[in-house]
């Protein structure tokens, strides 16, 4: 038999909701970061490929810009993006629990350094890779 419990519904204050708002629209500003720095990952693994395949049927000479370090450079802007996206997030939601020590953590941010991780190792083995 299932009881019945006699449960009044949650109120919350304006300004609670404004907290909520302003928690989720961090969580969405980070979720921003983190699109930008795959992007930029992504597009530097792109870059490295493309411009290796072509390189390879192609003489080449002693330049500045390789397409391996253009690529490697784009993949650690993008990892530099995510990290400073990262630590924005958390200096703000550390400012905002000063004030409403309600908020919960936050699992975008888990997300954020998950990715962090992941392409910190692509991007060593893409470095080691010669």
Avoid: C
């Avoid at 490295?48 to 002693?62: G, L």
Wanted: glycine content about 6%; cysteine-free; proline content about 2%.
């Amino acid at each position: 038999m299932i009881e019945e419990r006699d449960t009044a519904p949650v109120t919350l204050s304006n300004t609670d909701l404004a907290f909520e708002r302003t928690v989720m629209a961090e969580n969405r500003t980070l979720m921003a970061w983190i699109r930008t720095a795959i992007s930029m990952i992504s597009f530097g693994f792109t870059i490295y490929k493309f411009f290796h395949e072509i390189s390879q049927s192609a003489v080449i000479t002693n330049r500045l810009f390789t397409p391996r370090k253009v690529g490697m450079i784009m993949i650690a802007l993008g990892l530099l993006a995510l990290l400073w996206g990262l630590l924005e997030h958390r200096a703000t939601i550390s400012k905002l629990k000063k004030s409403y020590p309600g908020i919960e953590r936050s699992r975008t941010g888990w997300l954020a350094i998950l990715v962090l991780l992941f392409g910190f190792a692509l991007f060593l083995g893409a470095f080691f890779r010669q």
